[in-house]
């Protein structure tokens, strides 16, 4: 069953304005965590933000921000004043306890284009 | 602090051979797990390592096979290797003890298979 889900495989923004990437999840597990990456076209998995399941807060790093809303299992990301540089893939991710360990799941991602 | 490392960048096989992928986890790291990524699948889990014990596996056949040392560094091995096993590899170190450390990639292995 798909945990993860990214419904936007691509998304325009112009540069300088925000930009909502969406992503709903599914799990039974109460402790989990939330994490955004970005993946330019280089390969590299770059951390974003994390939300944990028991954060009362929405998460921010910088410009980018987590709109975890609980009850309806979203935790979009936020990226205020795009730059040409944020042009990437985005993934989605939860991270919750499985068999004895920890599993990472990630949704299908949404590639980013910034316009000038 | 250095991030994580893996070697080799690139790796160019033939169907039928093996190849052993490595990563070095940041320092202080116990917990190493490994993905394939493909256009086709995403990215998709392999295992997890903790404390040289495979504590969480996903969905692939045997011949996909890890290890990890005392130090925390991690191997995987793929065997009688297939086409589809063309993808990037990318491993992924978090200190290990709670489930919401952010896991930290490395840069991958992308392996083509001729």
């Known amino acids: 069953a798909q945990k993860i889900t990214q419904t936007q495989p691509g998304m325009f923004v112009q540069e300088k304005e925000a930009v909502t990437l969406d992503c709903t999840y599914d799990?039974?597990?109460?402790?989990?965590?939330l994490f955004w990456y970005k993946q330019p076209s280089s390969g590299e998995m770059i951390f974003l933000i994390y939300?944990?399941?028991?954060?009362?807060q929405n998460a921010t790093e910088g410009r980018y921000s987590l709109n975890f809303q609980k009850a309806r299992k979203s935790a979009n990301l936020v990226i205020s004043a795009s730059q040409l540089g944020d042009s990437a893939m985005y993934f989605c991710?939860?991270?919750?306890?499985?068999?004895?360990?920890?599993?990472?799941?990630f949704g299908a991602g949404t590639r980013l284009f910034v316009k000038a | 602090k250095a991030g994580v490392t893996q070697t080799p960048r690139y790796l160019i096989k033939t169907r039928g051979q093996q190849v052993t992928l490595s990563c070095s986890p940041i320092?202080?790291?116990?917990?190493v797990s490994w993905y394939q990524q493909t256009p086709g699948q995403g990215l998709q889990f392999l295992f997890e390592?903790?404390?040289?014990?495979?504590?969480n596996k996903g969905n692939f056949p045997g011949r996909f096979s890890g290890r990890q040392f005392s130090n925390s560094r991690s191997e995987m091995n793929v065997s009688t290797l297939e086409l589809g096993d063309s993808a990037l590899y990318l491993c992924?170190?978090?200190?290990?003890?709670?489930?919401?450390?952010?896991?930290?990639f490395g840069d991958g292995t992308r392996l083509s298979i001729l």
């Open positions: 992924a170190s978090s200190p290990g003890d709670a489930n919401e450390r952010p896991q930290h």
């Open positions: 799990t039974s597990d109460p402790s989990y965590g």
């Open positions: 939300q944990g399941s028991y954060d009362q």
């Open positions: 991710a939860m991270r919750e306890r499985n068999t004895g360990g920890f599993k990472t799941i």
């Open positions: 320092s202080g790291h116990r917990s």
């Open positions: 390592y903790f404390s040289e014990t495979q504590r």
